[in-house]
């Protein structure tokens, strides 16, 4: 029997660029307009049970190609996201997937 995953979403929180007066071109400038408005998903993965970290669980958006592995912590990050709802797949080995729904990105909040 496949065992439970319990996902705790720490932080949904907007990505800020550093104010820099002194950059180089205007290709950077525009890059960094951009980051202000991604965010980031962060959060931990543990077992539901026993509540230990669950190193390397994958966490992934549904419909796009970007996700994050879990660290010794159980703790994972996706970075530049767009202002938006997500919906999240965590997935380990021995485990069942599991799914959440309505994983809001603000920017910034």
Request: aromatic share 6%.
């Amino acid at each position: 029997m496949l065992k439970p995953i319990l996902l705790s979403i720490l932080l949904v929180s907007p990505v800020f660029a550093q104010e820099n007066q002194n950059l180089a071109n205007e290709n950077e400038k525009t890059q960094k307009n951009t980051s202000l408005k991604k965010g980031n998903i962060k959060g931990k993965i543990l077992d539901q049970t026993t509540k230990q970290p669950l190193l390397g669980a994958s966490v992934l958006i549904v419909g796009m190609q970007k996700g994050a592995s879990t660290d010794e912590n159980g703790n994972f990050l996706v970075p530049e996201l767009d202002e938006n709802l997500y919906k999240l797949q965590i997935s380990y080995i021995g485990y069942n997937s599991t799914f959440k729904n309505d994983v809001r990105v603000v920017r910034g909040k």
